[in-house]
């Protein structure tokens, strides 16, 4: 599985982004995908997730800015990002999870958000 991550760039606080992930490849091995990122100086984070059955699920800190969606006749996951703050800057990682081990063993190359006046 091969994952395209696109649609960083520069935006002023209360602005928005949308995320594009692009899979190819055997996409029938996935059960989830999910976007990640990583600050300056911090760990990976998990940021929102959309599974097999087209649940989807938010942290805590992104819950009722971010959302994510998928077009299946394109192979793509979004990540629609609202409200963005200054906190939100981060490269963001697409993944995907395989489906006969539950791992995120699938990753995308990251997109740079950054988010400043």
């Known amino acids: 599985v091969q994952l395209q991550a696109s649609g960083g760039g520069l935006v002023q606080p209360g602005g928005y982004l949308r995320l594009s992930c692009a899979a190819s490849g055997s996409i029938f091995s996935i059960s989830a995908v999910g976007w990640y990122r990583q600050a300056p100086g911090k760990q990976r984070e998990w940021v929102a997730s959309i599974a097999r059955d087209g649940s989807t699920n938010y942290a805590g800190s992104v819950k009722g800015r971010f959302t994510i969606s998928r077009d299946n006749a394109k192979n793509t996951v979004y990540l629609q990002m609202n409200s963005l703050k200054p906190e939100d800057t981060a490269v963001y990682y697409c993944?995907?999870?395989?489906?006969?081990?539950?791992?995120?063993?699938?990753w995308g190359q990251g997109t740079l958000v950054t988010v400043s006046s």
């Open positions: 993944a995907a999870q395989r489906l006969r081990d539950g791992v995120y063993g699938y």
